[in-house]
């Protein structure tokens, strides 16, 4: 469409519409003939290379992971409360403890300072021994009945530390306990830290356990054990249970709690025995492929899930 002549054009401008005439095109091709010569007045000067902007982002290196450790090599350093606890005395907690009672000493002196790191070759003594960082062990045993659960026994009855004799040279311990007619998954190990996780209530360890009464098990009661139980000792409710097998008299529980006897004592509350018990399930760990009465070594991956689990 052609234009009429002496019409002015009109574009919206902050204050309203203004005209645009034929000046305001002189004035800009003016504008533009004025950078032109500005172009040429530069032409065969020397060049003033690029920005510095650009060299100083676009040449800038960052240190890689392995430069990084370069120019910070890693400590020989221990604290003393880790120390203790790789010793297999105690956890962390309790060995600060130790020290802030005065316990403990090294090379002679008796130390108190929380914090305080020993380097290689000191000599740290605690209760007249000197201490020395083992090697972490992790032991799964298939517990048998009839074995009780400790060191030794003065009575000279079995107990599972015979069971594990030969696992290693490190001396390891039992975590937690299963009664002398419990069976199933026990753990062992020299961690002190560890041990003290997994068997602490605030960290809610999961167990679970295939249980055999002397009779069925009402399904009213199993309701009952199901919505939580007053037990002489304070209420009690399973993370979950159901039965199991094709009788009625198998059940399986899943509960977090360490309260001595717990599983027998629910079920005693309404009146029914335990005849078989076995913990097919403790913290992540089965007894899957393992013969009752038999040990074997945890894998490093399962260690690494183990004390993921415990927090």
């Not at 594990?164 to 299963?178: D, F, K, Q, S, T």
Request: net charge positive; aromatic share 8%; hydrophobic share 30%.
């Amino acid at each position: 469409m052609s234009r009429i002549p002496g019409k002015k054009r009109f574009s919206k401008s902050k204050d309203g519409f203004e005209g645009k005439s034929n000046s305001g095109r002189k004035k800009r091709e003016e504008k533009a003939s004025g950078f032109r010569e500005k172009r040429k007045s530069f032409a065969g000067k020397k060049s003033f290379g690029k920005p510095a902007f650009k060299s100083k982002y676009r040449k800038k290196t960052y240190p890689t992971a392995t430069a990084h450790a370069e120019e910070k090599p890693v400590s020989d350093l221990v604290r003393l409360n880790k120390y203790i606890a790789n010793a297999g005395i105690c956890s962390r907690r309790e060995a600060d403890e130790l020290i802030a009672a005065g316990a403990v000493s090294v090379n002679g002196k008796v130390i108190t300072e929380m914090g305080y790191k020993v380097k290689p070759g000191d000599v740290v003594n605690y209760g007249g021994q000197t201490l020395r960082q083992e090697k972490m062990q992790y032991v799964l045993l298939n517990k048998p009945k009839d074995y009780i659960t400790t060191m030794d026994d003065p009575e000279g009855r079995k107990h599972v530390m015979e069971l594990v004799r030969n696992a290693c040279r490190e001396r390891i311990y039992p975590v937690g306990r299963l009664d002398r007619s419990t069976t199933g998954v026990l753990l062992f190990t020299n961690d002190g830290e560890l041990t003290k996780r997994l068997t602490h209530p605030r960290y809610g360890i999961k167990k679970i356990y295939h249980v055999t009464l002397d009779q069925n098990l009402k399904h009213n009661d199993l309701q009952k054990i199901a919505e939580g139980l007053e037990l002489e000792d304070g209420f009690i409710k399973p993370d979950a249970i159901s039965y199991t097998g094709e009788g009625k008299n198998e059940v399986g529980i899943e509960l977090h709690s360490g309260r001595n006897r717990i599983v027998r004592r629910i079920f005693e509350h309404l009146g029914y025995r335990v005849t078989k018990l076995d913990r097919v399930f403790f913290a992540g760990l089965t007894k899957k492929n393992l013969e009752r009465g038999r040990w074997r070594h945890l894998t490093e991956k399962e260690v690494a899930f183990l004390k993921m689990t415990a927090g």
